[in-house]
């Protein structure tokens, strides 16, 4: 078993950042991460709201940017998926697939996955997606759906715009929750039709999705509309599976944290969107990502000067 004074697990932005500040204060850190750098934002066609980039960035180019600062601050990486977290006296263990990394202090930085769509599960691969700019271009000049009403489905609805005859985006409130530079682009575009109040109740086809079943919530009539895609950007889970029963999270499987991202169990904390509360916004996630680290660090120094008994404030 390897011994390290922080483990970060994910890679995500608030990890990233996590490590970098964790380093700079000269901590033994290990990042741990199933996939690789920029968690969810690796499969983003553009970042147009994080702080410094003007002309907006492209997820896989930023994602190894903060990782390539993150190392250069001497964080060490392990590529594994996170099974379990364990408590051995004043050590916190994970436990990967691979192997084990046991420390005095973990920064939770798992972040969220894409929510399914029940009715969709079937037809995955047939039509249905979760990646506009990796599956957009095999929907050119055909008609898609995309399902839900925040930023990421009205950006994957604009990417999808530059292959598909017709983008039809389905939501259930009233009201879009995409910031409103994203909805004025959407709004602007000419292929894009946005329809509210929009439940998706079946997914219809023989070998590949060839049309939709959607219900009018405002009026209960029940509509079907010709797709050969549907991609689904209904919300996000939080990857705290493996936290059950070990820190206190909320009814939807968020952690709970205080401002200095300290979950329930002393000694771990918590950053980023997999945490109650957060906004889920990249520049979020930096702050999340610092504070975490910088919680950690203190922790860390008040728990070896006062040999175990602290107040790690």
């Not at 929750?177 to 994203?182: D, K, S």
Request: glycine residues 12%; contains cysteine.
């Amino acid at each position: 078993m390897n011994d390290f004074e922080l483990v970060i697990v994910g890679a995500g932005v608030a990890g990233l950042t996590a490590a970098t500040f964790a380093g700079r204060y000269g901590l033994k850190v290990v990042v741990v991460e199933r996939l690789g750098a920029g968690g969810q934002i690796a499969n983003t066609e553009r970042i147009e709201n994080f702080p410094g980039f003007p002309g907006g960035i492209a997820g896989h180019e930023l994602g190894p940017l903060l990782h390539e600062q993150a190392e250069a601050a001497g964080a060490a990486f392990v590529l594994d998926e996170v099974e379990r977290l364990e408590t051995d006296g004043d050590h916190r263990i994970v436990h990967g697939a691979s192997e084990s990394l046991r420390a005095s202090a973990i920064i939770i930085a798992a972040g969220s996955r894409l929510r399914r769509l029940p009715v969709a599960e079937r037809w995955i691969g047939k039509g249905v997606s979760q990646c506009a700019s990796c599956d957009g271009a095999f929907f050119a000049a055909q008609e898609v759906c995309v399902v839900g009403g925040g930023d990421s489905a009205l950006d994957e609805a604009l990417i999808l715009a530059a292959h598909a005859s017709r983008v039809t985006v389905l939501h259930r409130s009233r009201t879009l929750v995409a910031q409103h530079a994203v909805v004025d682009r959407a709004r602007a575009c000419g292929k894009i039709e946005i329809i509210p109040q929009a439940v998706v109740e079946e997914i219809l086809g023989e070998d590949a999705v060839s049309a939709i079943r959607w219900r009018d919530l405002a009026t209960g009539t029940v509509q079907t509309k010709a797709a050969r895609g549907v991609f689904v950007y209904a919300g996000l889970e939080p990857n705290t599976g493996f936290l059950r029963d070990m820190v206190a999270l909320d009814a939807a499987g968020h952690v709970e944290t205080d401002a200095m991202m300290r979950t329930s169990l002393r000694g771990v904390f918590a950053a980023g969107d997999i945490r109650r509360h957060s906004v889920a916004q990249l520049a979020a996630s930096v702050g999340d990502g610092a504070t975490a680290a910088i919680s950690a660090f203190r922790y860390l120094r008040n728990e070896f000067a006062k040999g175990g008994n602290s107040d790690d404030t």
